[in-house]
């Protein structure tokens, strides 16, 4: 019988593993211990993890894909004794360079979040994967740990582990930037090692980040910079703050920025969303799965605003709801599952419960910062008012952007079982994410970023902070896209920034 490495790996640490596959991984209803197969372990411990001819394989035009697990500790404060997840990587290479698979150097991709998986590309042949093959990379896909295929974290997966809050808590506070930086990191040596620098080897790993991943490859340049050949991170240069406040102060004026631009651009939907503000306001609404639609809930479809094409899709929602409304008294079906399907919270619970976590260092909590600061007394709160009784007559009723509130764990149906742990994490104290020192000392890694001038996640003023605490930072900062430019035009967007971080084309702004 022979099993891979990787297999063999997660057997070899089954008594203290959780998380994952239920045929592996440890459960508390579940726990079994390897007894046998150790001389084939011992065996076949040093077998090169590209060498492993039990990877799942399959083709998309322009690359061979390979679906691989990794083994790491859950816990890298107590790496030897800690319990093992799995996280997962998809791998793309050119046909005519699977060969060389351990010579040419990787190019690892750091989705946007936190809590999203990394989706497969149609192809190999269009986009940023277009750009990386040509540079002569092979690409690594990350489905960050508790996303996709890396141990995903739900309300249910969390209840297969553990009883409490407390331990659910514990558990979740291992799923920050520091972490799936660290299990980047053991990916990287696991797949060079055996490279050699005299045959010129690179060893190095060449990071893209998107929105959150690039508040990972941050960390990453934080904590490991001698790993990192080049960096390039797009709408996602992070704020170097200790808690979320000074973020939510910067965003709240630009979601309200655009509101204004939205009713501008459909003016009719005022009145549409008053009447359906006031039908939520009076009437307990059902989605599908059994989640609340709140006046609230309603309100965070304006998420949507900060990509390409957002507007344009809310105003089909407040359409369809308005008409529904008309003809038929209530909601249809059709609506609801519209409106549920926009919603991620539900299916990416990570995106809610650690959202705020991703700000917090220092040991500082965050304390809700999102419902705090627009409870302030001042202009967002009279601009943001969603109490029907508080409107003033003919005000447009604002949209929310991406902001996290306590009610979110009543209304939403996957969030609800975890209402106690989210408020456990709310108040807890963290550590670093980031060192400024390593940051301003930084050599031999080329970095640059784009950052966009109406970005409604992440703030420009911020990120330019940051980029100068970075150096050899290149900033690009633009107006010819939203926030997702990096999907919309991925071919011409990491192109340029290759060549503004190489130095062939002058600082950007």
Known sequence: MRLPLQLLSRLHNLSRTVGGDTNVFASKTNKFVLQKHYRLFTTLKTMHPLDDQAVETFSIPGAKVFDRYFVCPLDYSNEATSPKIKVFVRHLVPFDKVSSMKKIPFFLYL???????????????SGWVKVAFEKGYQVLLLDQRGTGFSSQISAESLDNLYDTDEEKAEYLSHFRADSIVRDCETIRKQLTVGRSTSNNEESRITLLG????GFCITTYLSLFPQSVQHAYITGGVPPLVNNPDEVYKALYPRIAQKNKLYYKKFPRDVARVRQIHEYLTLNKVTLPNNGNLSPRRFLQLGLSFGGAGGYDTVHGIVQNAANDLDRLGKFSYRTLNMIQENQSWDTNVIYAILHEAIYCQSNQASRWSAERILNEKGPLATEFEWRLEKLKKDQPVYFTGETIYPFMFDDYAELRPLKGVAQLLAFKRWGQ??????????????????????????????SEKTANQINGFQQWITNEYAHNGLRVDGERILEYLIKLARGDIAYNR
């Open 111 to 125: 989705q946007g979040g936190p809590g999203f998986e990394c989706s497969l590309p149609g192809n190999g042949t």
């Open 210 to 213: 998107q929105s959150f991943g």
């Open 433 to 462: 994410l980031y060192d400024t020192e390593v940051l301003n000392k930084i050599e031999n890694v080329q970095v640059a970023g784009v950052s966009y001038f109406s970005d409604m996640y992440v703030d420009l003023k911020l």
